[in-house]
């Protein structure tokens, strides 16, 4: 069975600094991994995917993430936090195209000004 | 192009009670999926539409759950009675079709289940 593990509930960083958000997986096959962001009384929004192509993926505002078959991880890093950048993140792992997603427990980013 | 929507946002009801979560899907989205979270836990997959057919609802906790999507466009959830266990957010999410690189699932804002 596939599962997700994201360490650190909650992170804090200051303005400036890097971001990284650490996403571990467990999956059979080459798996689909998703990185999504919820902010604050919204839905959940799409950063970036990796689907096979290339290791390093790049999404929007910032963020990239980097899947490391050897270590079953798809870590996110953004080099330069910003307040806007304060959310609930989450990595997702599907084993199959368009099946079910299997989420992480959230990480919730505080950035200090 | 209008997003994921949701209704209602917000639900509160008394338990055994019943409530209806309505989903409408991006026009032309051949896939709908419900999730739900629970506080302080993790988002997990419900079920998943294709079309207005059931493709997989291993996650359905029990049969006190009835998802509909007639006609294939928006979807409903049913909680009938509804338990204090069942309050949390459910989110719907949905997909184009089977075509290569529509991976991408897009989720609504969210409906948040409170029983009392």
């Known amino acids: 069975a596939q599962s997700v593990t994201q360490l650190g509930s909650h992170v804090s960083v200051s303005e400036g600094a890097l971001v990284l958000l650490r996403c571990n997986y467990s999956s059979s096959v080459p798996p689909y991994l998703f990185w999504y962001v919820q902010y604050p009384n919204q839905g959940l929004q799409l950063l970036l995917k990796y689907t096979s192509a290339a290791t390093l993926v790049k999404g929007i505002n910032g963020f990239e993430a980097e899947f490391k078959k050897s270590e079953t991880s798809f870590h996110l890093t953004k080099p330069s936090a910003h307040m806007s950048d304060a959310a609930e993140y989450f990595c997702?792992?599907?084993?199959?195209?368009?099946?079910?997603?299997?989420f992480g427990a959230g990480t919730i980013l505080r950035v200090k000004s | 192009e209008a997003g994921v929507t949701q209704f209602p946002s917000h639900s509160v009801i008394e338990k055994g009670q019943t409530v209806t979560l309505r989903c409408d899907p991006i026009s032309g989205h051949d896939n709908l999926y419900w999730y739900r979270r629970v506080m302080g836990k993790e988002i997990k997959f419900l079920l998943h539409f294709v079309k207005e057919s059931k493709q997989d609802e291993s996650g359905m906790p029990n049969n006190r759950f009835l998802a509909e999507r007639t006609g294939g466009t928006y979807s409903t959830l049913k909680v009938q009675p509804a338990e204090l266990e069942d309050s949390g957010v459910y989110f719907c999410?949905?997909?184009?079709?089977?075509?290569?690189?529509?991976?991408?699932?897009?989720f609504g804002p969210g409906t948040r289940l409170l029983v009392l």
């Open positions: 999410a949905s997909r184009p079709g089977t075509s290569g690189g529509q991976e991408t699932q897009y």
């Open positions: 997702a792992v599907s084993q199959e195209y368009g099946n079910k997603l299997v």
